[in-house]
């Protein structure tokens, strides 16, 4: 017999699998990073396809197969992607941390400090649609990416703004005189990892 997992789960991103299926790429915060098979979801009938689209929060219930999770069941919370509709900006910039999470963060790793950090910087693209704010959370949601992975070096100035979850005007005022300085670091970190 199977044991069920429950956790809570961001969806990163799906790819059809065979006829019916689909294999979806999940953030989670109890699991870490994994790919499940949701079997059967694209059919009309399926129960399951509204509630794992891409860039939901949901609840999900996984099986450990012998080589593959398997999706037993799912409950959508919210879907940042549809929330964020007319905000291409902030559409953008979530296409690009999911890349960035599906490229770094380890299989089955877990990172719980990150899954947090990464919620809060989904829910702050919903909220806002003031061009300076973005930019910021776009900064503040890679710099926190990678590390949280280890990908930053030896953080100097910037160490309380990498560590924190917070994207509040607190946070963006200390991003704002770091600006030209955080992007390079973010960038020779990208560069550093070869991928």
């Known amino acids: 017999m199977y044991h069920l997992y429950h956790t809570t ?39 399951l396809c509204s509630h794992i689209t891409d860039f939901s929060f949901i609840d999900a219930w996984l099986v450990r197969g012998r080589e593959t999770w398997r999706l037993a069941n799912s409950v959508s919370r919210a879907n940042f992607f549809t929330r964020m509709r007319g905000n291409e900006t902030a559409r953008k910039i979530m296409g690009r941390a999911s890349l960035l999470l599906r490229k770094f963060v380890p299989p089955e790793e877990t990172h719980q400090k990150l899954f947090d950090a990464v919620m809060s910087g989904f829910s702050s693209l919903v909220k806002t649609k003031d061009e300076r704010e973005l930019e910021n959370i776009e900064i503040l949601l890679a710099l926190r990416i990678l590390y949280h992975l280890g990908y930053i070096g030896e953080p100097k100035s910037f160490l309380s703004v990498a560590e924190e979850n917070g994207f509040g005007a607190r946070e963006f005022s200390l991003v704002s005189p770091l600006r030209r300085e955080l992007i390079s670091v973010i960038n020779s970190s990208l560069r550093s990892t070869g991928l």
């Open 9 to 47: 789960a961001i969806v990163l991103g799906s790819a059809p699998s065979g006829e019916a299926s689909k294999n979806v790429f999940l953030f989670t915060r109890e699991l870490g990073s994994l790919q499940a098979r949701a079997q059967g979801v694209r059919l009309a009938r399926a129960k």
